[in-house]
Every structure is written in structure tokens, then in C-alpha cells.
């Protein structure tokens, strides 16, 4: 080959990142984002002082595999959970492990047994497995959510816009001011690729196929009970379907021939039973086993201020606490902006399911959760609201450049997280 033309055939074999296959755009945007955050973290590290978990200045797999709940969730994995609720002098029930749920700690310990090696080796490891998988499932779910708004008539995206938003979507989820929690001894990774698993299962009308998925989701995270609120948005889209084909039929027309058969409905209403009862799961469990029927909910009042699981009134506490007689004012202003979040079109784009999921699990946070730093990682499951930030960034006149600033905005949201709360300042911090 000549000089002239080597060049030119370099140019044709050559392919650029957008003609790559979607799975391997997916694969290649999680390995920029986790090296970032390793990065990060490893800056973070050498600044660590020596603590409970660690000593100082710790490794990358110490960091990652040790500190904060993963060390909850390696008590787990190498000793199991303790016969009965540990009591203070006072006779409260103290911190314990029947807090942290058991499946990645379960997945762990096998993968321990097998390779014989530590739990700080094989639970970043398998988080970032989990959280990549999971990522790939969240493009999967995205790109589904849009096909399925526009067959139930929500005013489509253009064509190259719609394109675009599950990548973008897996770059704001894998950025994301708490994305590095995808790499350590945390269960979101695996309660994220659950929850799109389960997603995934509706908007492809595999009922039976999600209720094991679900039941999993439930021994994983709290947050197996909204998903049930995604079942029903999707079981009233099917309804509605169901109602326009016989409008458009002119007349009566069977479930057959609208798509919605009486079997299909069936397994839908038992599928929401199923979530709605993997979110009382593990609680039942933990009861069973200490003899205590209050015992999760009991061991998690130990972590809340109030020393009791009260649904809403922490939000009023901590408001007040932070901003005195203007606390009010803010949880109406954040109330009135969870409403217009749920109703806004982008929201609406991406199919009942997402848009259910999404409702569900915001409400469900704010009726069970006492509010605190590890917010930000708790917002990581509800990803279709990075879905809504990339559907408003590509359609801005410079999309690239609305995309690339709010990227950098969730990288510097990174350092931050890793460096005011997964640094642990002894004696005590502020949880990630």
C-alpha cells in the first residue's frame, strides 16, 4: 500500500464512538466514569485519617470495601446476623446488622468461599460488575420507556434527540454526585440492576420473569414496595390501551384482540401483590428470626433521631433544625417541585412505567425516610430523572455542551461527596 492511500484506508476502517454498538458506547462510557471515580477516591484516600474501618491513608480496596455501611454488610457476609436485638443500658435497641439487608452480603460471601479471597477485594469488585450490568439495563429500560410513550400517544421526541437519551441518561447516572457508590461494598449496584430488571420485565410484558427479580429486590434494599406503583401505572396503561382500541374498533372488541388478555391481567395484579409484599419481606424476616415482629423496624429506629421510625413529621424536624421559621416555607417549595417533576412531558416520555417508578419511590422516600446526607445516594435509583436532565440538555440549542456541564456538574458533585462525607473525619462525620 502506498503512503498516499494508508491514510485513506485508515480513515474508512476507522469508526467513530456514535456508530459503535449501543452496548459497547454503554461499556465504554462506565469505564471513563468509574476510572474518574477511582480517581477521586484514591485522591481522597491519602488524606483519609486512620479510623474505626481503616487505617490511614488506606488502600483503594480498604477504601472502597471498608468504610462506612460496607462494613455492616461485611460483618454480614463473615459472621451472619445476630440471634437477638442488641440492648443499651437503657433497654432501646441498639445498632445492628438486622438493618442491612442480605443479598449482596450473601453474593459476596459465596464469591469469597469460592476465590478464597477477602471481603475487600470481592465487594468493590462485584459492585462494579453489578453497577455495569445495571447501567447497560438502565439504557435498555430508557430506551423502551420512549417507544412505549409515543404507542400511547405522548407527543414523541425528534427522532435524533430520542436516540441519544439512554446514552445520555447512562452518562448522568454513572457521573452522578454519588455514582462512586457504584464501585463499593454498597448494595445500590445490585438494587439498581434489579429495579431496571424489573422495569425492563414490564415494558416487555414479562410478568412472570419479573416476579422473581422482584422478591430478589426485596432482600437487597426498602425498595421493593413502590414498585408496585410502577406495576399499576403500567396494568392503566394497558387498560387505556385497551379503551382506545375499542373507540377505534367502532364497538365492543375482545381483550384478545386489544392485546390485553384476562391472563396477561391476572399476572399483572399478582406481579403488584408480589412487590407489594417483597417490600415486607426482610421486616417479616428479621421478625421471625429475633421473635420480635417490630424488630427491623425497631433496629432502624435506632439510626433516626427521634429513636423511632415516624413517617413525614422528620422532614418538619429537620427543616425546622436547618432553617428555623423558613423551614416550612422550603418543604412547600420542595413539595411543589416534586409535583411539577411528575408532571412535566419529559417525565411523561418515558412511558407509565418509569414515570410510576419514579412517583412511587420519591413519595415513598418522603413518607419513610428521615431526611440526612445520604439523600444524594438514595436519588441514584430514581434514574429516570437523569433521563428528564438529558431529554432538557439535547434539546437546548448546544445540546454537547449542555450534556458536557452537567457531566462536569455531577464530577465536582464526586468530590464532594467523597470528600466532605465518605472521608470520615474521626471522631464522627456525617454519612455518605
Known sequence: ??????????????????????????LAVQAAARLVSAGVLM????????????????SYLEYTGLMWDASWYRTIAEDGYPDVLPLGPDGRVQQ?????????????????????????TVAPLLALVLGTAALL??????????AAAVRAGVP?????????????????????AASPVLQVGYTESL???????VLWCLLVRRYLLAVPVVLALGLTRAVALPVAVAVLAHAWQRHAEHRRAQLCHGGPVTAEDAGWQPGERVRVVALAVV????????????GLVTGQADAYTLTQGAWRGRGAVVPLVPWVDVARWLLGPWGSVVLVGVALGLAALLLTRPLARLGAELRGWTAGYLLYLVAVLEPGTSLVRFGLLAFPVAAVTAQVCLRTRRPRT????????????????????????PPSGWPP
Not at 485522591?43 to 488506606?58: D, F, G, H, K
Not at 438494587?191 to 430488571?197: I, M, P, S
Not at 449542555?402 to 465518605?422: D, E, H, I, T
Request: hydrophobic share 60%.
Open 1 to 26: 500500500m502506498s503512503t498516499a492511500t494508508a491514510p485513506a484506508q485508515a480513515a474508512r476502517t476507522w469508526r467513530s464512538p456514535a456508530s459503535w454498538p449501543w452496548w459497547v458506547q454503554v
Open 43 to 58: 485522591a481522597v484516600a491519602e488524606r483519609q485519617a486512620a479510623n474505626l474501618w481503616t487505617p490511614a491513608s488506606p
Open 96 to 120: 445492628n446488622a438486622w438493618a442491612f439487608f442480605p443479598l449482596f452480603p450473601g453474593l459476596a460471601r459465596v464469591l469469597m468461599t469460592v476465590t478464597g479471597a477477602p471481603w475487600a
Open 137 to 146: 439495563l438502565v439504557h435498555r429500560t430508557v430506551a423502551l420507556g420512549l
Open 156 to 176: 414523541p421526541l425528534p427522532d435524533a434527540v430520542a436516540r441519544r437519551v439512554p446514552l445520555a441518561t447512562v452518562a448522568l447516572v454513572a457521573t452522578g
Open 191 to 197: 438494587a439498581l440492576l434489579l429495579l431496571a430488571a
Open 275 to 286: 412487590a407489594g409484599l417483597s417490600g415486607l419481606l426482610w421486616p417479616a424476616v428479621t
Open 402 to 425: 449542555a450534556l458536557a456541564a452537567a457531566v462536569l456538574l455531577g464530577v465536582v458533585g464526586q468530590v464532594a461527596w467523597v470528600g466532605l462525607l465518605w472521608r470520615l473525619v
